[in-house]
């Protein structure tokens, strides 16, 4: 993600303390400058009006961009919108065939006019297909429920879990500022490092030559080690990284409810607390109007599990009873209840597009609702996708 080198500015002179200073001298009538409280000339310059050498800033809003507070107008307008397109919808993935040949990904998103070339080709729609397909996986099913569990989706369990304890070995440095502890810079450098071997466990051996391509997508699907942030650009990488993975044939079809309950619901526990004991800033947030700081994804695939429920409903989640006694079996719930723990305040306030979602009267119109919001909020917004890869398996098209 991009950020910006601060513009200085030359040090101003000191300000006149005297109401002489409003009445310049004969000295110093070479002076253009005005004083700013009666308007007469004054004995001190004016500020320049440019500073030369300076590059302007990027055409692009970088990702670490203000909280971004929608006007009624403007938010009722991006709503109709979302409502008015179709739902995206599952796809079977795409699987690769020798020769392979995979590279480094890299950036090529920087415009409104990328963004419109990656939706309209078919890596864009088989990845959005992938992770409708997931959350239909998962549609009605409790994250306790039995599912078919393959070897490839447990190495991964794994994986995720040996980060998890790597948070514990790895205590936040002592430091004043709120946001951003510089210890997960530690826990980053020690998953650089081992990321290789990580994958390596994952990987058949007829794919180990896919390394190159799909570490930088694990990578990036903790956070960034420079700014200490995380948002739903992150998350995307993650799905990425195992829409990768299906690509290869090494997750398959059959594997899908456990990379939700499983793979995702591990993901999520070990993103919550990195974001709590590193004080993870959220990348990109949208302020009150956005669905949530850090997370997009659970939402989708909590939905769904929630289809077709027979006593829980969108307006559930104001039951505290509910969220404490579901909220380990139900991904949106959970969520639900994570946001109550952080945020302080009414529900209403801080989360008021939440809060709104609760008066839709089905599941099943929320999932698909949420589905369509994951395309134009996250997909479709530069400041996110501008840090999205491109190699072979997710091609530029």
Sequence with gaps: MASEEPHHSPKSPPTPTSNDACTASRADEHSHGTCAKCGGPTAYSSAP???????????????????????????????????????PQPQKVVLISPPYDFKVPTKRINSPEDIKRFLSSDSAGNFLGFVAALSESTRG????????????????????????????????????????????????????????????????????????????????????????????GHETNFAAWLYCLARMGIVREEDYQALVSRVFVTYLELMRKLQLVYCLEPAGSHGVWGLDDYHFLPFIFGSAQLIDHKYMKPKSIHNEDILENF???????????????????????????????????????????????????????VPIMQHFLFGWLINWE
């Design 49 to 87: 009006q440019g500073f030369p050498g300076i590059s302007p800033p990027p055409s692009y809003r970088p990702i670490r961009a203000p909280a971004i507070n929608l006007s009624p107008e403007s938010l009722r307008s991006q709503q109709k919108a979302i409502m008015l397109a179709p739902v």
């Design 141 to 232: 099913r409790k994250i306790s429920d039995t599912c078919h569990q393959s070897a490839a989706v447990n190495s991964i369990v794994t994986i995720l879990e040996t980060l998890i304890r790597w948070v514990d070995e790895i205590p936040p440095a002592p430091q004043s500022s709120r946001y951003g502890n510089i210890a997960y810079r530690t826990w980053q450098e020690r998953l650089l490092e081992q990321s290789e071997s990580m994958m390596l466990a994952v990987l058949p051996s007829d794919f180990k030559s896919s390394t190159i391509e799909i570490i930088p997508y694990f990578m990036d699907s903790f956070g960034n080690s420079s700014r200490i942030d995380y948002g739903t």
């Design 327 to 381: 909220s380990d079996e139900y991904m949106y719930l959970s969520c639900i209840t994570f946001i109550k723990k952080v945020k302080k305040g009414l529900f209403a306030e801080h989360s008021p597009l939440l809060d709104d979602i609760s008066g839709v009267p089905h599941w099943k119109k929320v999932n698909s609702g949420l589905l369509k919001m994951y395309k134009a909020e996250v997909l479709e917004k």
